[in-house]
């Protein structure tokens, strides 16, 4: 949705609100601008370098600073960063040497960022004069009181017309009261200030989150012929930053921060998105054993929500990490691989915290994907008596050869938490290329029909041990034994929907394929 229109101080390049992002605008003839810079802290007019226009005096009395604060909200073009404190009669704020002179239009305004503190104030107290001579003063008018009821939180774009035309014109902001008022990007102009609208906030393809693979962002901006640039170090991005010209690979965790600007409009607000990359390139070096790990000194594994990991109690001696959690439906671990894997085996314990009385056992998934997001079964566990004093050994589970990633899941458990220990995860040897997996790609080699309804065929080798039909999420759904050439499996009454095929030879080699079921 489109911003609300705001006015903007033409001829400057205007900060972005909330960011300090400059926006290109529309020539204009704009006699004065200051946006009080942006201050490291606050800091005494009388002591302040950061002017923005540097041929103007600028004076203070009682005290009057220059803050740090954020940027006004109540109006577009709004800088943040330093604005003018004033906050009782002592106080005021002068700029001197302003030069008027040049103005064609018969009518010379001031405009200023104001904010006010009082929830009744409506601006009444602000005293805004000009002088000739510093010695006359003459007020001016607020063309329209500020609503009351907004306290500290409202900042509104104030207008004081009638200002003459001088070579070297005086400008006094004080309070003829004990209100606070801010003030921020004060700009004098030949007439009117003109009113732009503002450019969308880029949107990002994919959207942040946690990914297991490199990913290639697209940037998007629905104004027409805005410039989008970009930083991806989670520094606020500016009119210096990196032009966003196509897709952005990111390969490591990245906060991607971007803004789109155009000539003749605000800049848009910042996109921020956090991308986490978990680590590609080695996170398991095969062979794998985490039970030869120590607390201290235990492989790199990346962990999930939904367990952690500890140090193991009197189980093994060497106190080796585990991982447990109490969390059905969520993984309690997802590893991933740098290297052809041959095979898996692990143990599981139950009910540590728990009641062992009162547990009844587990019901555990381990997938396997070759991309982080697809998943096949690699097994199953319906344990109803695991052992909840000491860990049960599972495995050895044959892995596809394009296996990358394994997740351990924890279905369902009856009271405390599962853990599980002694992963290991070998290498596949050479020569295991060979078999089951070398059919993987020949496409006489799919199952067929596909899709099916009631049978299909699935022709991948001599004979295969097992074949079996899991859901995307690892369920198993049906299983055959002892599978040969030209055998017809049934799959009549299974619900439509996308399947994962997974067939074992007799030298426990795998290959997995998608069945559609309509």
Not at 273 to 291: E, R
Not at 339 to 348: A, I, Q, V, Y
Request: hydrophobic share 30%; charged share 15%.
């Amino acid at each position: 949705m489109k911003q609300k229109i705001t006015h903007i101080k033409i001829g400057l390049l205007a900060l972005l609100l909330m960011s300090g992002i400059m926006s290109k605008a529309l020539g204009q003839n704009v006699l004065y601008e200051e946006n009080m810079g942006t201050p490291t802290s606050n800091t005494l007019i009388q002591n302040y370098t950061g002017w923005q226009n540097s041929t103007v005096f600028y004076i203070g009395n009682g005290t009057c600073d220059v803050r740090t604060s954020s940027a006004s909200t109540g109006y577009g073009g709004a800088s943040g960063g330093g604005n003018i404190m004033i906050n009782d009669t002592v106080k005021w704020f002068q700029i001197s040497g302003i030069n008027t002179s040049t103005a064609t239009n018969t009518t010379v305004k001031l405009y200023c960022g104001l904010r006010k503190t009082t929830k009744t104030e409506n601006g009444n107290h602000l005293l805004v004069e000009f002088s000739t001579d510093s010695i006359v003063w003459t007020s001016l008018p607020l063309e329209d009181t500020l609503p009351t009821g907004t306290g500290s939180t409202g900042w509104h774009r104030a207008c004081f017309p009638n200002l003459p035309t001088h070579p070297h014109l005086h400008i006094r902001f004080s309070s003829t009261a004990n209100v606070e008022f801010r003030i921020d990007d004060i700009s004098i102009t030949d007439g009117d200030e003109v009113v732009l609208e503002t450019v969308e906030t880029p949107t990002c393809t994919p959207p942040a989150g946690t990914y297991f693979e490199p990913q290639t962002i697209i940037l998007e901006c629905s104004t027409p012929n805005a410039i989008i640039r970009y930083t991806l170090d989670g520094s606020n991005p500016d009119g210096q930053s990196t032009p966003y010209s196509g897709p952005i690979a990111i390969d490591a965790s990245s906060t991607l921060k971007a803004f789109a600007e155009k000539d003749g409009m605000y800049s848009s607000g910042i996109l921020s998105a956090q991308f986490i990359i978990l680590d590609t390139n080695s996170l398991l070096t095969l062979p794998f054993d985490i039970s030869q790990n120590s607390e201290s000194e235990r492989a790199e594994v990346k962990t999930m929500p939904g367990f952690r990991s500890n140090k193991l109690g009197s189980s093994y001696a060497d106190g080796a990490a585990k991982f447990e959690s109490k969390n059905a439906g969520q993984a309690m671990l997802i590893a991933h691989l740098d290297s052809d894997p041959g095979s898996l085996s692990f143990d599981l314990k139950g009910a540590k915290g728990g009641n062992p009385s009162t547990y009844n056992g587990i019901l555990f998934v381990v997938s396997e994907s070759a991309n982080g997001t697809e998943w096949s079964s690699v097994t199953t566990l319906d344990e109803n008596d695991i052992s909840t004093s000491s860990y049960s050994h599972f495995g050895s589970f044959p892995l596809s050869q394009n296996t990358r990633y394994i997740r351990w899941l924890l279905a369902a458990a009856n009271s405390g938490n599962t853990q599980l220990n002694n992963i290991v995860i070998t290498k596949r040897q050479q020569g295991d290329e060979t078999g089951i997996d070398a059919h993987g790609d020949n496409p006489r080699h799919e199952p067929y029909p596909n899709p099916s309804s009631e049978y299909f065929q699935w022709n991948i080798c001599d004979a295969m041990t097992t074949v079996k039909l899991t859901d995307m999420n690892g369920n198993l759904i049906s299983i055959w034994g002892n599978v040969y050439p030209g055998d017809q499996l049934y799959i009549g009454g299974i619900a439509p929907g996308c399947y994962l095929l997974t067939a074992q030879d007799e030298m426990n080699r795998r290959v997995t394929k998608k069945l559609i079921i309509k």
